[in-house]
C-alpha cells in the first residue's frame, strides 16, 4: 500500500514537472514572439496624418536601433501617397524582417487653393521661350494670394518630359503644390551662338622650345599661353560639354550654355602629353585627344592616363599620304574593308567610339559611310567655323588655334 501512495505521488511530481516546463517553454516563446513583434522602427511624428488635396508632404522619416546600433540611415520607405488624388494611403517603413507604417489621408479639398490656367499639358520647342497659361490662388478665406506663388522650372534646355511646380503657401502654413507637365521637342532652328570646337595640335615649354617651332604650319602654343586661355574660360563661368552633349546640341535635343567650349589636341604628339596634361591637370579642365593610335598609341595611352583627357580616333594609320582630295590624305582613297579595319583597331586601342577627327581633314562620300558604319557620335574636319544646331554631325567644323595668339585673339575666336 505504501508503495502504490509512493508510486502515485511520485507520478503528481512529475506530472507537476512538466507542466512547469511546458509553461516555461510557453513562456519563453511568448517572449521571443513579443521580441520579434516589436519592431526597432519608430515613427518620427504622427503614425496618422492628414493633408488637403496637393497638400505638401514633407517624409517625417523613421529611427531604428538594434542593440544599441543606429541603423535609420538602412530603413527603405515604399510608398503609393499621390496628394492629387483623395484617399487612404499607407507609407511602409521596412528594415530587413521589420515593418512599420504610417497612414496619410488626402482631402477631397485644397486648402488653399491653387488653379492653374490652360491645359495641364503642354508643349513647346526646344530654345523658344516658355509661355506660362497663369494661374490664381486663394486661402481658406477667399483673399487672392496669387503673388505669393513661386513656379520652379525643371530644365526646359532639353528635350523630353518635364514639370513646372506651382507652390502656395498661406498666413496660418498651410501649403499647396500643383503640377503642370510640359513636354519639351527637338528644335535646330533657334538661334544659337554656336559651339567653339577648339583644334590644337603641339605643346611646349617656353623656356625649352622646340627645334621645329616654326616648321609646323603655326600648331604649336605654348604651355604657359596655354594655362592663360584656361584661367580665363574658367574665370568666364565656361561650360565643358561632353561629346554625346554636342551630338544632342547639334540635333536640337540641348541647349547649351551660352558659354560653352570643346579643347581638342590632334595627333596625341609627346609634346601633348608631356607639356599639355600637366595645364589640363592645373587647370581642371577636360579635352580630348585624338590619338593616332599607330604611332605607339596603346603605350601613349596607357602611361598618360588622366581624368582630364579623353582619348579618341585620329585613325591608326591613315594619317598619311595616298589620296588626291584635299590635303592628299588616304582616307579617302582606301578601300572600304581596309578602312574599316583601321577603324575598329583605333577604336579598341583608344577604348572608346565617341568622336573622330579626320587626318588632315579629308572626308568624302565613302570616308564619310565609314565614319557612320563604325558608329561614331560625332566627327570632325578642319573647315573654320562654330559647330551649331542642325550641322552634320559627322561632318563638324572647327576654330584653329595658332602660334603665338594672343589671350585677347583667343577670347575673339571662342566668345558667343
Known amino acids: 500500500m505504501k508503495n502504490v501512495k509512493k508510486s502515485r505521488g511520485y507520478g503528481r511530481l512529475k506530472l507537476l514537472v512538466l507542466i512547469l516546463a511546458i509553461v516555461a517553454v510557453a513562456v519563453a516563446g511568448l517572449a521571443i514572439l513579443y521580441q520579434v513583434k516589436q519592431s526597432p522602427i519608430k515613427l518620427n511624428g504622427e503614425s496618422e496624418m492628414t493633408i488637403s488635396l496637393n497638400g505638401i508632404y514633407d517624409e517625417p522619416g523613421a529611427t531604428a536601433r ?32 521589420y515593418t512599420a507604417k504610417r497612414t496619410v489621408k488626402v482631402t477631397d479639398e485644397m486648402n488653399p487653393v491653387l488653379e492653374l490656367a490652360g491645359d495641364d499639358s503642354l508643349d513647346v520647342k526646344l530654345g523658344e ?17 496669387t503673388g505669393d506663388v513661386k513656379v520652379s522650372y525643371e530644365d526646359l534646355n532639353k528635350a523630353g518630359k518635364c514639370r513646372i511646380a506651382y507652390t502656395v503657401e498661406d ?21 544659337a551662338p554656336g559651339l567653339p570646337i577648339c583644334m590644337y595640335h603641339y605643346v611646349y ?25 584656361l584661367n580665363w574660360l574658367n574665370k568666364e563661368g ?9 551630338r544632342e546640341y547639334i540635333d536640337g535635343k540641348l541647349k547649351l550654355p551660352e558659354k560653352s567650349i570643346v ?15 600637366p595645364v589640363l591637370e592645373k587647370c581642371k579642365v577636360p579635352a580630348t585627344c585624338f590619338m593616332i ?33 584635299g590635303h592628299g590624305g588616304i582616307f579617302t582613297a582606301i578601300s572600304h574593308e581596309k578602312g574599316m579595319a583601321d577603324l575598329k583597331k583605333s ?32 566627327a570632325v574636319t578642319t573647315q573654320p567655323g562654330k559647330a551649331k544646331p542642325g550641322d552634320d554631325p559627322l561632318l563638324l567644323p572647327r576654330v584653329r588655334m595658332s602660334l603665338g595668339q594672343s589671350l585677347e585673339s583667343f577670347q575673339k575666336k571662342v566668345q558667343p
Request: aromatic share 12%.
Open 66 to 97: 538594434i542593440d544599441g546600433e543606429d541603423f535609420s540611415d538602412k530603413i527603405k520607405i515604399d510608398s503609393n501617397l499621390n496628394t492629387a488624388k483623395p484617399g487612404e494611403y499607407t507609407i511602409k517603413y521596412s528594415l530587413e524582417d
Open 347 to 378: 577604336v579598341e586601342i583608344c577604348g572608346s567610339s565617341d568622336v573622330f577627327a579626320y587626318p588632315y581633314g579629308d572626308y568624302n562620300d565613302s570616308s564619310l559611310s565609314m565614319i557612320k558604319e563604325t558608329g561614331f557620335l560625332c
Open 205 to 229: 615649354d617656353e623656356n625649352n622650345p622646340p627645334e621645329d617651332l616654326h616648321k609646323r604650319f603655326g600648331n604649336y602654343i605654348s604651355a604657359q599661353a596655354l594655362e592663360k586661355e
Open 238 to 246: 565656361y561650360y565643358y560639354p561632353t561629346w554625346k552633349e554636342v
Open 171 to 191: 498666413s496660418n502654413g498651410n501649403a499647396t503644390r500643383v503640377f503642370r507637365d510640359v513636354t519639351v521637342k527637338p528644335n535646330t532652328d533657334y538661334k
Open 129 to 145: 521661350k516658355f509661355r506660362d497659361p497663369g494661374y490664381k490662388a486663394t486661402d481658406k478665406e477667399g483673399n487672392d494670394i
Open 293 to 325: 593610335t599607330s604611332s605607339k598609341g596603346k603605350a601613349k595611352i596607357a602611361r598618360y592616363q588622366s581624368e582630364y583627357v579623353s582619348y579618341e580616333s585620329h585613325s591608326h594609320n591613315m594619317h598619311r599620304p595616298g589620296g588626291n582630295i
Open 263 to 277: 579643347l581638342c589636341f590632334d595627333d596625341g604628339s609627346k609634346s601633348f602629353l608631356e607639356n599639355g596634361i
